[in-house]
């Protein structure tokens, strides 16, 4: 590990900075849409303190709460960069939440300004403004000021910050030294099966560690390309942003799914995080496809895939295709495979797959294109990242082993699934009898799944 000794996400960024000052750190769709652009750390750094600096401006409080109401997008990255740099909270909302679920978040929260994507999600703040007393200002990142002062666009916003800073040399320094690792990070709320959606509370320290643990698997460098398409509302695409500012590799942003396979040709990543339905419609896609043309194309890829799933078999028994068998499966990825790591820009090492559980077919089928799919699992409470399966040690239809610092047991009796660690929420938002009864007195998180730990 590079250092463990952060204090807080603030710190951490600004010494990715310190450290990769010159390096490319997102890739993003430019203004047409259709190309795209970079930006550096250092150039990255200069937003998020305008960001910042905006805020303090405001008068933003230690761990006061700023929302976050917007699709997959750098925006989205910088602002809750820029939020955590002014010692403030993120609390995150799903762009595809009604006015009235955003109203419940916000004023829950108490957040005191909501950076919102555009004039449709500012309208939905608007439409709720009664049942959000707390609300100050909103920032729009996409569109224009207005209502009596109310609505900035993110380009003003970051111009007042510029100013503030300019007249306050020193501050931005001060406020991330004062920032500790118990100071709340993140406010997720996520909908339980019955009653209103509970907040997670996530501290610095939480993203600090999975940017730890993460870079101590080994798994990643700094010469690695991620592609992140995941919502950023989400704790599996959050979690991953604290993985970049602790290894330093460069993050494509895009969160437009239509253009998801498309888009991977053409970007050229070395890992992806996804959820099993992208697999599942890349996979459907291929066979409709070969159904669709009929013929001689649709039983290449039955066969294909049958040759495929024996050299797979083998492949997880620890042992190499041999004879005939070798001969075949040289035949299927020159006729098929080598088609499919094609269309994934050809640079892939490894998917990581969580947040449902991956069907085995799914994971024979990519591992027989030479695509591993490593699967995991966490929870938003535990930070998302929690277990994983290892490129060299890996099973199919397993989460594979906790990552270091995790402490993982099985509950006598009924199975439950405890977890502990450094990765733990700090409790649920203003639910003290809630949060008694998910997390015990010895810090253990009681998971509601079941599990079972092999040798």
Known sequence: MTNTSFESVAALFVHRIDVSADRDAFEFPDASGNGWERITWKQA????????????????????????????????????????CSGGATTTVYP????????????????????????????????QREKIPTLKLIVSIDGAGGHDGLVVSLADFEKSGKEHDAANPGRFDEIVAAIKRDHLATLIYTSGTTGLPKGVELTHDCWVYEG???ESLGILGLDDHQYLWLPLAHSFGKVLEAAQLHVGFLTTVDGRIPKLVDNLAVVRPTFMAAAPRIFEKVYNKIVTGAEAAGGAKLMILRWAIGVGNRVSKLGQAGKQASGLL????????????????????G??????????????????????????ILEGYGLTESSAASVV?????????????????????????NGEILMRGRGIMRGYHNMPEVTAETLDAEGWLHTGDVGEIDD
């Open 326 to 345: 070798a001969l075949q499966y040289k035949v299927a990825d020159k006729l098929v495979f080598s088609k499919l790591r094609a269309r994934f820009g």
């Open 212 to 214: 730890e643990a993460i």
């Open 389 to 413: 399966n290892r490129p060299d040690k890996w099973r199919f239809g397993t989460v594979g082993p906790a990552i270091a610092g995790t402490e993982l047991k099985i509950e006598p009796g």
């Open 96 to 127: 595809s939440s009604t006015a009235e679920e955003c109203a419940y978040i916000l004023s829950d929260s108490q957040s005191v300004v909501a950076f919102a994507e555009d004039e449709g999600q500012v309208e939905k703040l608007l439409s």
């Open 347 to 372: 640079q892939l090492r490894f998917f990581i797959s969580g947040s449902a559980p991956l069907s085995r077919d799914m994971a024979e089928f990519f591992h027989a294109a030479g695509i591993l």
């Open 45 to 84: 750094g200069e937003r998020v303190r305008a960001i910042a600096m905006g805020l303090n401006a405001l008068g933003v409080e230690p761990e006061q709460r700023c929302a976050l109401l917007a699709a997959t997008r750098v925006d989205w990255i910088l602002a809750d960069l820029g939020i955590l």
